[in-house]
């Protein structure tokens, strides 16, 4: 599968943006879909995911602010951003973990993910 993430920007702290990543491919569907994010001179770190039947788990950093979502029918994983602040800047990437026909596991580990898109970067000023 092939991923492409796009919807960044510079906003101010307060504001909000939606991330998306479409997917090549007919199976998008047995994929667990992850955002991670990159900030300069850190590890990839993870954001949220979200697996086929819609369960999802986040970062403590972003709970309550930052709300994963995808359309298997569109093959498009979504992030949606709230209260963004200075802390939220970074290059953000999707990844997926494929899971197979009934697979449905939730993981926050760079290693479990196959496939990355080419990120998109997010600045938020103070």
């Known amino acids: 599968v092939q991923l492409q993430a796009s919807g960044g920007g510079l906003v101010q702290a307060g504001d909000s943006l939606r991330l998306s990543c479409a997917a090549s491919g007919r199976t998008f569907s047995r994929y667990t879909m992850g955002w991670f994010r990159q900030a300069p001179g850190k590890e990839r770190e993870f954001v949220a995911a979200?697996?086929?039947?819609?369960?999802?788990l986040y970062a403590d950093s972003v709970k309550g602010r930052f709300t994963i979502s995808r359309d298997n029918t569109k093959n498009t994983v979504y992030l949606q951003m709230n209260s963004l602040g200075p802390e939220d800047t970074a290059v953000y990437y999707c990844?997926?973990?494929?899971?197979?026909?009934?697979?449905?596991?939730?993981?926050?580990?760079?290693?479990?993910?196959?496939?990355w898109g080419q990120g998109t970067q997010v600045t938020v000023s103070s």
């Open positions: 979200i697996n086929w039947a819609g369960s999802t």
């Open positions: 990844a997926a973990d494929f899971q197979g026909a009934f697979g449905s596991r939730l993981s926050g580990k760079v290693d479990e993910y196959e496939h």
